[in-house]
């Protein structure tokens, strides 16, 4: 399917094809091998996040230390 690229770098997306998709206002934009993916976000409401991580048994405690040890893993910039 061919869409054009506009002068403010914008394009359309043909409607065919958000057909296949959940209805999203976002878009995850990477570029890879030469191609632009678009992924679709669904944001997840904050109530329902920590309404999981109880039903989980997941306490802020455990958040931070996951935190802290995520933080401690990632190369030095």
């Known amino acids: 399917m061919l869409t054009k690229l506009n002068t403010k770098n914008q394009i359309t997306l043909p409607k065919i094809l ?3 998709v959940e209805p999203t206002d976002y878009f995850d934009v990477q570029a890879k091998d ?9 944001f997840v409401a904050a109530n329902a996040v ?7 048994g997941i306490t802020k405690i455990d958040t931070t230390a ?9 190369p030095a910039i």
Do not use: D, F, N, S
């Open 18 to 20: 958000m057909q296949g």
């Open 34 to 42: 030469g191609q632009i993916v678009l992924t679709p976000v669904r």
């Open 50 to 56: 920590r309404a999981k991580l109880a039903e989980l």
């Open 66 to 74: 996951a935190v802290h040890w995520a933080r401690a893993q990632a």
